[in-house]
């Protein structure tokens, strides 16, 4: 099987929606051996910031020599991107075989009476039997939706973090703060451990009793750890942060949106209930040094000044709104937005209007999309500067930058898929599948580059 094949098979399973349940990757991966219990397992659910956690997490970790594959969805451009290890995605060859080597198994299944997997499913389980492959010592494993059904809750994690939890797909997760945490607290499993963000009052009483009940630590953001000071500084934040066995000084933490530093002490709280005892700051610092975080208030050019964000929820819109009036004043900006069909568009342009110039509607090239022209309504009800539509996130990037001007500003927003394209557009940046050495061969440092990392790991462990 080659590439285009792989995508055309996973693509394949796309029309067969969404069905929450454990029963058929349960039964698939049961035919493959269980792959998830090869390795160990740090699992990521919340509205928000389970990407940025979860790549966090992996920046840390890898820091103290381990061995780290993530697992994060949606993808901002290729698909195998949702599969890395050591930060880098799977190369297009091995991504097939991935495949090809779980198509087997869907096929057993199958005939034996199985119920069809979804999209999500597949692509699940090619990335918990690439990381045992890989021989992976970690795997940081984003949910997808909610947790207790999500298809990736199929893993016995180590530590279970809830990074934050707001109303959002309330048709599946149900419509109060306390039905949505105890649909994500879920992942917390027996014998294991539940780290949570800022979280709600309802939401905290959740964890509390679910903790109870499975008789497993319990570590809380201001509680347990907690930021301790976080300042601006060259190129990000500069933070203290106070984590369950130490407090980490002269943290500089190279992205934007004071949000990120929360999302860093979540992941310093994760990693330090995994090993038991604290972190090593030097190898902490020299870690964070490296950290990209695409597509999260990710400066693309500066003139004009072009930013994009995957705020989807008019939470998430309110803390990025709070981050470019901190760290970019006094701009206002043109907006080039598209959503998600299911999302409150209408929420998010109600709070990003207070800095918008103008605005444009777009549609990212995905079957949820938001018809453009019912953007362009909403938006003429909040914005009042220029409000226009474009034909693709392309289009209407070229119009907004157009708009703005050399000393002008341009915000993103609205989707991971509109990020994506905007980034495509904007960087260069090829769609298409990479090969050569494979992820493995590009990633491993040899063992005197990192032999100091690896005596911390066998430390930690």
Not at 103 to 115: A, L, M, P, T
Not at 231 to 237: M, T, Y
Not at 414 to 429: K, T
Request: hydrophobic share 45%; with cysteine.
């Amino acid at each position: 099987m080659n590439y285009d094949e792989a995508v055309a098979l996973i693509d394949a399973h796309a029309d067969r929606g969404m069905n929450p349940g454990l029963e058929r990757i349960e039964g698939l991966l049961a035919l493959m051996g269980n792959p998830q219990h090869a390795y160990s397992v740090i699992h990521v659910a919340g509205s928000n910031g389970k990407t940025s956690t979860t790549r966090l997490i992996a920046t840390l970790a890898a820091s103290h020599g381990m061995s780290v594959a993530t697992y994060t969805s949606p993808h901002l451009h290729r698909i195998e991107d949702r599969l890395q290890y050591n930060g880098v995605a799977a190369a297009a060859d091995e991504f097939a075989q991935a495949v090809d080597d779980v198509r087997v198994f869907e096929e057993i299944w199958e005939q034996r009476g199985g119920d069809l997997l979804t999209y999500f499913e597949f692509m699940t389980a090619v990335a918990l039997a690439w990381f045992a492959d890989r021989g992976v010592d970690l795997a940081v494993i984003e949910v997808g939706l909610g947790g207790r059904l999500d298809a990736t809750n199929v893993v016995s994690s180590e530590v279970a973090v809830v990074t934050g939890i707001e109303l959002e797909h309330t048709e599946q997760l149900g419509d109060t703060i306390s039905a949505i945490a105890g649909e994500k607290i879920a992942i917390a499993k027996p014998d294991g451990i539940l780290v949570t963000g800022d979280l709600h009052q309802d939401a905290l009483e959740v964890a509390a009793a679910h903790s109870e009940a499975l008789a497993i630590p319990w570590y809380t953001y201001d509680r347990d750890f907690a930021i301790v000071e976080a300042s601006q500084a060259v190129g990000g934040w500069l933070c203290d942060i106070r984590g369950l066995h130490a407090t980490y000084t002269d943290l500089l933490l190279p992205t934007h949106g004071r949000i990120q530093v929360h999302n860093l002490a979540v992941a310093i709280a994760a990693l330090e209930a995994l090993f038991d005892q604290a972190m090593d700051v030097d190898a902490a610092r020299a870690g964070l040094a490296a950290v990209e975080n695409p597509g999260r208030i990710e400066v693309l050019a500066r003139q004009p000044l072009v930013v994009v964000d995957v705020a989807h929820t008019p939470n998430a819109a309110s803390r990025l709104l709070e981050a470019l009036e901190i760290e970019f004043p006094p701009l206002r900006w043109q907006i080039v937005m598209g959503a998600s069909r299911e999302k409150d568009a209408e929420g998010i342009i109600d709070v990003l209007g207070a800095i918008a110039d103008g605005f444009t509607a777009v549609a990212a090239d995905h079957p949820r999309s938001l018809d453009p022209a019912e953007l362009l309504v909403l938006a003429e009800e909040h914005i009042n500067g220029t409000v226009s539509a474009a034909s693709s996130v392309a289009e209407g990037l070229d119009q907004a930058m157009s708009l703005a001007g050399f000393e002008g500003a341009v915000l993103i927003v609205g989707s991971v898929f509109v990020a994506g394209e905007a980034r495509s557009a904007l960087l260069g940046i090829d769609n298409s599948p990479t090969n050569g050495p494979s992820s493995l061969e590009r990633s491993i440092p040899s063992n005197s580059e990192n032999e100091e990392e690896d005596n911390l790991w066998n430390e930690l462990s």
